[in-house]
């Protein structure tokens, strides 16, 4: 296809913590006035969603064209969904005159689709254990696999201040620019924001991230360095660094829509995540109880999310995930009442019946978290949009 993008590339890899990253850069370098291109995975509702310019979605006219070129040049070589989408995003990045690219991994790192392009920088921002079927079943193997996107002489940053040997082995064997956060450079929280520091740089009183949660600041911090690294090709002043943290949106992450009772939605899909999602719930003031709707693939660690989120939940609503790979709500209710003795437990035939059931049980200070997968915060937001179209359509309002 000839795809030899003539702009930096900012390639971002992690067991979590990829996307929050991703959407911090492409905020902050919108925000400087550049025209970035920005490429993440997977989507929640539309498959434009992984492909942005200008923080603005690709139009179905412009991707299905980018398909088409994928399809005429590929002949009889066989590419995968995730393979095909990559080389369609790039096509459309370089079409579109990109100053810079911020490109997410989509899983491991080191054979993923998106390490076929050079990184300017290359950011991995956790390990823990999830893929295991494909990466390996120890932070080592998998710290390695991600530590893959990592080049010779580029800025190989690590936002996992306690890493596997791997990873900053992996960064030095090639002789990489290796920086591990908590040593090269990191974060200090004030009262009302943080201070950024790294080598010989620190930048003082900036805001809190947009992005619910304490371990947003990781991410942040990794953005900041990638900038700093990248500071000569894509100078960036303070100003526009607030103006981006304060800006950024990530649907699905910690994400609270308008109305009562309170519907959190969060795409935690493995222990790590849920740690995070069970603090975010601790860090939220709420005078009622919380229930969750949840439904999670079967092939994750379904027992591990259950028993990092379990001392917050007052009541579960589990469902099925309507997919080849989701578990089943009779599976989910088994583990659930394994891990949390006594926990209340509604059996719903759907998510969609799952939200109804929560929101019909809880009082105006009570909050619902469906939370498990993308596809369960998918299917909360499509009954959201589909019960506000019948209202507007029945009201005129």
């Known amino acids: 296809m ?37 490429y993440t995975s997977p989507h929640i509702l539309r498959y434009n969603e992984r492909v942005r310019v200008l923080c603005r979605e690709v139009g179905d006219e412009r991707i299905c064209r980018a398909f088409a070129a994928v399809e005429a040049a590929r002949g009889d070589v066989p590419l995968t969904y995730f393979e095909f989408g990559t080389l369609a995003a790039m096509r459309h990045f370089i079409e579109e005159r990109v100053d810079v690219a911020v490109l997410e991994v989509g899983l491991g790192g080191r054979l993923d689709a998106v390490n076929a392009f050079e990184p300017s920088c290359a950011i991995v921002t956790s390990i823990d254990l999830d893929h295991l079927d494909y990466l390996g079943n120890s932070r080592e193997s998998i710290g390695f696999e991600k530590a893959g ?11 996992d201040p306690n890493p596997p040997r791997t990873v900053p082995d992996s960064a030095r ?7 591990q956060i908590g040593v090269d450079f990191g974060y200090e929280l004030q009262d009302q924001g943080w201070n950024f520091w790294s080598h010989d740089t620190r930048i003082e009183g900036l805001p809190l991230p947009a992005l619910s949660g304490s371990f947003q600041m990781g991410n942040a911090a990794c953005a900041l360095e990638a900038l700093l690294a ?7 002043a303070v100003g526009q660094i607030k ?7 990530l649907p ?42 949840f439904a999670m693939l079967a092939d994750k660690d379904i027992a591990g999310v259950v028993q990092a989120v379990s001392p917050g939940i007052n009541g579960w609503f589990v469902a099925g995930i309507d997919y080849a790979r989701g578990a089943s709500a009779g599976q989910l209710e088994k583990i659930v009442r394994v891990h949390v003795p006594g926990a209340q437990i509604m059996v719903c035939d759907s998510i969609a ?35 506000a179209q019948s209202f507007t359509t029945e009201t005129g309002v």
């Not at 990248?230 to 960036?236: A, C, V």
């Not at 049980?361 to 369960?376: H, K, L, Q, V």
């Open 353 to 387: 019946g799952a939200l109804a059931q929560a929101c019909r049980s809880a009082g105006e200070n009570d909050r619902i978290i469906a939370f498990g997968s993308f596809y369960t915060v998918a299917e909360v937001l499509r009954t959201k949009q589909a019960v």
């Open 149 to 159: 996107i990592y080049r010779a002489g580029v800025p190989a940053l690590c936002g």
């Open 2 to 38: 000839g795809l030899v993008p003539d702009f930096p590339i900012i390639t971002i890899a992690g067991t979590n913590g990829k996307g929050s990253t991703c959407a911090m850069l492409e905020r902050i370098l919108t925000e400087a006035g550049y025209r970035v291109g920005c």
């Open 173 to 179: 064997k090639i002789m990489a620019d290796y920086r």
């Open 230 to 236: 990248m500071s000569q090709q894509l100078p960036i």
């Open 252 to 293: 699905g992450r910690f994400q609270k829509l308008p109305r009562k009772p309170q519907i959190i939605l969060d795409v935690a899909h493995n222990p790590h995540a849920a740690r995070g999602l069970a603090e975010n719930l601790r860090q939220t003031r709420n005078e009622g109880r919380t229930l969750a709707v």
């Open 243 to 249: 103006a981006g943290l304060t800006h950024v949106v």
